[in-house]
């Protein structure tokens, strides 16, 4: 194994280290909130995704383009977009309660582009600033629409212990942010997830018809393509359907409907269907 790979194996591993005891000390301060644990958590949450970062940019120099172009850097970004919005809103809310459950997500993510099977060089036109920017834009749409789910799933959850006759709160969920948050947040991540699809798209298509006129001229029909114009469609339908004034019970159902859409098109369309696209 060359160096570059060594030190990609590194960082790689401190990242998966550091998002596994951020993950363990979140739900340790969720469940019994001692300071030090929640610092700890965040410190450690910090510093997996510096090195999450790190781990991208030593593949980029291997693959002298974007670390992202297959679907083992795709899902390492991934990771590192919800480690990062999670810290975010623990910044900006100082909640830390939300790193209980975004957390693991990124590990998982991480994780898995550890045990998919080692990229090969992307082709010659998978480089450029605008199909980085198109990648790129997808995975942080990608993101906020995971950050949707685990919002509005915590929003049914509370909502149902809220109606129940047990309807006092203690113990970890007296911890949970309240439902006027959680709807909110959901709401706005819906937002920046449709924006930054519908910007990706564009770009991609910009890039395609460039690139692929020639060798791929069926590139259109592609299913990863319909997939992605499918997704969109669906949150852009949530999003205003939730500005009109419907039911935020309802929203958050399809919140998590959608991302379930999510991982299909990112997963098995991309994996099994798409004759394209490996990567985002």
């Known amino acids: 194994m060359s160096g570059t790979g060594l ?28 300071v030090s644990a ?22 980029s120099l291997a693959l002298k383009t974007v670390p992202y172009s297959d679907l083992l850097g795709s899902m390492a970004l991934f990771g590192l977009f919800l480690a990062a919005m999670s810290l975010i809103l623990e910044t900006r809310h100082h909640d830390r309660s939300l790193g209980a459950f975004l957390m693991p997500v990124s590990l998982f993510f991480l ?3 550890f045990l998919l099977p080692g990229g090969t060089p992307p082709p010659p036109e998978m480089r450029g600033s605008i199909f980085a920017f198109h990648v790129t834009l997808n995975m942080l749409s990608y993101s906020a629409f995971a950050v949707a789910c685990a919002l509005s799933l915590l929003y049914l959850v509370l909502g149902r212990r809220l109606r129940s006759k047990r309807h006092v709160l203690n113990g970890p969920v ?3 942010p309240s439902l006027s948050y959680l709807e909110r947040a ?14 990706g798209l564009t770009m ?10 020639e060798q791929h001229p069926d590139w259109l ?3 990863k393509v319909w997939g992605s114009v499918v997704t969109l469609a ?13 039911a935020p019970g309802s929203t958050a159902k399809l919140s998590i409907a959608g991302f379930v859409l999510v991982l299909l098109s990112y997963t098995a369309v991309n994996l099994f269907f798409s004759k394209v696209h490996s990567f985002a």
């Open 7 to 34: 030190s990609n194996l590194l960082f790689g591993l401190l990242a998966l280290v550091c998002y596994g005891g951020a993950t363990l000390l979140y739900v340790t301060w969720l469940r019994h909130p001692r």
């Open 38 to 59: 929640g610092r700890l958590a965040t410190l450690l949450a910090a510093a997996g995704a510096v090195f999450n970062f790190v781990f991208l940019y030593v593949r």
């Open 111 to 113: 994780l898995h582009s």
């Open 174 to 176: 007296s911890r949970l």
């Open 186 to 199: 959901a709401r706005t991540s819906i937002g920046v997830g449709v924006v930054s699809l519908a910007t």
């Open 204 to 213: 991609g298509f910009y890039w395609a018809y460039r690139v692929w006129h």
């Open 221 to 223: 029909l592609d299913a």
């Open 234 to 246: 669906f949150y852009l339908w949530v999003f205003v359907r939730a500005h009109r004034g419907a």
